[in-house]
């Protein structure tokens, strides 16, 4: 369980920036005297470390919108430490504005990202993240780039209420939306209630995909100890913005690069904090994204393996009933993390980017509500992580989040109803002729990552409205798409291969049998194989194609979501060569 020691690099050395900005040539002066017209003294040319501030901020990037002010507690950090902060805005994409789904543009975001990190005088990064696929984007351009890189993230927004009742960003939309439909709720309500989930700044407030992969930053080791919880208007944020700036010109003097944080044993530690926290089944694809960008051998069977018998201990939306403020106060991620380590699931050696062990950082915390931070004696879902089924309809995996389904429907064989695409789901589900009832399971294919294009977050398909009324809340679901993690419900999510690229998915029909086995990890299409195969044989592509631009590129070469869908062509470290001078 022990990661290989770190040795700190000898110092003063020449750094990167010292390519553009050290000695007195032609090629120097132009690059040195351009920077000049900001203001800066010659003397911060003088070998001190150059500190990318890479900053996801934008008008159009909700969870992000307060990341301007946040950089300025960073560059204070930086300057105390002596050294020379350079704020660099970069590709942001927010999954509550782009369409048709931030997914596809989190590839996008991590190549511009890693060119901008190759192609500058950076000596050292501060990841500015918080929406959630700004963070996985900006990690997995580090690791390609192996710059020494930390993150700070910007933090939830504080609790929502309505009518006395705790709400849940995304979480409670999905609720009401559903309440509307089944006419427990009035569209006014609805209308009400807008105006109490996003009451401040910030990402998410339940334990969605951005609160878990700050989660997943800080177990990894790749954000300094707290990061995660803390609300974005508290001041404690802006504490841990100007520590992070401090801690990153330190980080460079030592060369710690995130090669040697992000390792298999630190991916493991994330693993199962993510079962710890009740966390966003896009981590899964986050996670295998990132190991495939830093060199790791990471597949779904290590999320199986390791997130086999992680007990859910955080009793937060949408699986539980608190919200991300009040697992700040509760004591945040370092209480998850030394339960952990006091079960034996940490490997408790794993580097930080702090320079200490994991369990160095959390060994003396305090959980401060067992409320919030469940005892180990009393979990929320015993069984807590990933399940990753396979099967015939699954060849290389689906994956299933066990503290969100329910409980009755974890093993369960019913009749497919079949939705070739989200636009016919659309079209069907509320027909009060639909041919369906609660014992049915529902498909919906060509929604992957070549598919819709980009894998959007609509595998949390809503019920039909007449099944809501009747007080039906949940349904088995199979797609080949995501789901928020604000969502909930028993659904089936990535299915690979998926449907838009010849997997099983696309060949189900109406009224096949399906059956789900959870705790046998099972995924069964009840057809021979020789019906199966033949129907393969004759199935034709059903998707758009995209024929230029980046939806081209992204369509031709995302790979499954069962290794993180990343472009083919990304996966690896790169290194940071510095290259040569143009001018």
């Known amino acids: 369980m022990s990661a290989s020691p770190f040795v700190p690099a000898p110092w003063p050395r020449k750094l990167r920036s010292q390519h553009w900005y050290g000695g007195n040539s032609r090629d120097t002066i132009y690059h040195r005297g351009w920077l000049k017209n900001q203001g800066w003294p010659h003397d911060l040319f003088d070998g001190r470390p150059v500190v990318g501030i890479l900053n996801t901020w934008s008008d159009l990037a909700p969870c992000n919108g307060h990341l301007r002010e946040l950089a300025e507690k960073v ?60 963070t996985p984007s900006l990690l997995m351009a580090a690791a390609s780039c192996d710059v020494p890189s930390i993150v700070v993230t910007g933090g939830p927004m504080l609790n929502g209420y309505f009518r006395g009742e705790r709400v849940g960003s995304g979480t409670h939309l999905w609720k009401f939306s559903e309440a509307v439909k089944a006419g427990e709720m009035t569209q006014e309500e609805f209308l009400e209630a807008e105006a109490s989930m996003s009451r401040s700044t910030g990402s998410c407030n339940t334990m969605g995909t951005a609160s878990t992969m700050a989660s997943m930053a800080e177990s990894l080791g790749m954000a300094l100890s707290g990061n995660a919880a803390i609300p974005a208007v508290d001041s404690r944020r802006r504490v841990m913005a100007q520590l992070t700036g401090r801690r990153i010109v330190q980080m460079v003097k030592d060369d710690l690069k995130p090669s040697d944080v992000m390792t298999k044993e630190a991916f493991e530690n994330a693993i199962r904090t993510n079962g710890a926290i009740g966390g966003s089944t896009n981590a899964v694809i986050h996670l295998l994204a990132m190991a495939g960008r830093v060199g790791v051998d990471l597949t779904l069977d290590d999320w199986d393996r390791c997130g086999r018998g992680v007990s859910t201990i955080v009793n937060l939306m949408p699986s539980g009933k608190y919200l991300m403020e009040e697992f700040f106060y509760a004591g945040g991620l370092p209480v998850v993390l030394k339960r952990l380590g006091e079960a034996g699931l940490l490997h408790k050696d794993a580097l930080t980017v702090s320079g200490k062990s994991i369990w160095e950082e959390v060994r ?109 809340t949940d349904m088995v679901r199979i797609s080949d798409a995501r789901m928020s993690g604000t969502a909930y419900g028993t659904v089936v999510l990535h299915v690979s291969p998926e449907a838009a690229a010849g997997g099983p998915l696309a060949v189900v029909r109406n009224g096949d049998m399906i059956e789900l086995d959870v705790p046998n990890r099972r995924l069964h299409l009840d057809v021979s194989e020789a019906e199966l195969a033949a129907r393969l044989e004759a199935w034709l592509p059903h998707h758009d194609q995209a024929e230029s631009g980046y939806a081209w590129l992204h369509q031709t070469h995302v790979q499954g979501a069962d290794t993180g869908a990343d472009l083919d062509f990304l996966k690896g470290r790169r290194g940071n060569a510095v290259g040569k001078d143009s001018h």
């Open 75 to 134: 560059k204070a950090g930086v300057w105390e430490a002596g050294g020379f902060p350079v704020e660099v805005p970069v590709f942001s994409a927010s999954e509550n504005t782009f369409r048709p789904t931030a997914m596809m543009y989190r590839n996008l975001a991590a190549l511009a990202v890693e060119e901008t990190i190759r192609a500058q005088p950076i000596d050292g990064c501060v990841l500015m993240v918080g929406c959630d696929k700004t």
């Open 364 to 472: 003396d915390v305090r959980n401060w509500n067992e409320e919030v931070i469940l005892p180990a004696d009393k979990p929320l879902t015993a069984q807590g992580g990933i399940a990753v089924l396979k099967g015939n309809l699954a060849p290389n995996g689906a994956v299933l989040k066990p503290s969100a389904a329910s409980p009755h429907l974890m093993v369960h064989r019913g009749r497919a109803v079949v939705f070739e695409d989200i636009d016919d789901y659309k079209a069907k589900i509320e027909d009060p002729d639909l041919d369906i009832d609660e014992t049915c399971v529902m498909v919906m294919k060509n929604c992957g990552p070549k598919g819709y294009p980009g894998m959007a977050e609509v595998g949390n398909m809503g019920l039909p409205p007449k099944l809501l009324k009747r007080g039906i």
